[in-house]
């Protein structure tokens, strides 16, 4: 069965800290994506960036970077010079490609306070 | 503007009642997707559909009951045999196939009282 780990309940740092946000995840499939989501205080999820299990090279937009590691099942994401506007709850995905289609399953997110 | 809308905000029950939660999308999506997030918790699946007049079980199926009569809605019902469904809704579409993103609308915060 598929699975998703948050290790990072609650993470607080000082604007322009960097910081990174762990995703570990467990699948028997060879085929699989991951992704974040950004969940804002107004509750809405947002959709950051989806990743195939075939492509392992590291994506930066903009203050955003995720690196992707099939050998440590990884995917973790880093925020660089954080800003208070980042301060969500940030949930990483898994979805495996067999019958499932779109079905995702989610870690338990990870509460980011990003403090002036 | 697209996007998916979901109501009301807020919502009040009295335990033992029925009560269905609307999701209308206007993407065009074929696949719709009701979740259940309670506090500290990530969202947990609860129903979804990929085509219109069908529909699967997620993981937390139980007490809930959905339709899928029209591609641009798709309603949950929550059933007096849910044992604790006071939690956060959260209503999804996305693309066929797949997987693709998917977005999300707003959300209802149930209260069962």
């Known amino acids: 069965a598929q699975k998703v780990t948050q290790a990072q309940t609650e993470i607080s740092v000082v604007e322009k800290e960097d910081v990174t946000l762990d995703c570990v995840y467990e699948?028997?499939?060879?085929?699989?994506?991951l992704f974040w989501y950004k969940q804002p205080p107004s509750g809405e999820l947002v959709f950051l960036i989806r990743?195939?299990?075939?492509?392992?090279q590291n994506e930066i937009s903009g203050r955003y970077s995720w690196n992707f590691q099939k050998s440590t099942s990884s995917f973790n994401f880093t925020i660089t010079a954080s800003q208070v506007v980042d301060s969500a709850v940030y949930f990483c995905?898994?979805?495996?490609?067999?019958?499932?289609?779109?079905?995702?399953?989610f870690g338990e997110g990870t509460q980011l306070t990003v403090n002036p | 503007d697209g996007g998916i809308t979901q109501s009301p905000k807020y919502l009040f029950r009295k335990e033992g009642q029925n009560v269905t939660l609307s999701c209308e999308q206007n993407?065009?999506?074929?696949?719709m997707y009701w979740y259940r997030q309670d506090p500290g918790q990530g969202l947990r699946l609860i129903y979804y559909?990929?085509?219109?007049?069908?529909?699967q079980k997620g993981d937390i199926a139980e007490g809930y009951s959905v339709s899928r009569e029209k591609k641009e809605s798709f309603p949950l019902t929550v059933t007096s045999a849910q044992k604790n469904p006071t939690a956060f809704y959260l209503c999804?579409?996305?693309?066929?196939?797949?997987?693709?993103?998917?977005?999300f609308g707003p959300g209802t915060r149930l209260t069962v009282l």
């Open positions: 999804a579409s996305s693309l066929a196939g797949g997987p693709n993103e998917q977005f």
């Open positions: 699948t028997r499939d060879t085929t699989y994506y």
């Open positions: 990743r195939n299990s075939f492509d392992e």
């Open positions: 995905a898994l979805s495996e490609r067999e019958t499932s289609g779109s079905r995702l399953t």
């Open positions: 993407l065009n999506h074929d696949a």
């Open positions: 559909s990929q085509i219109v007049n069908d529909f």
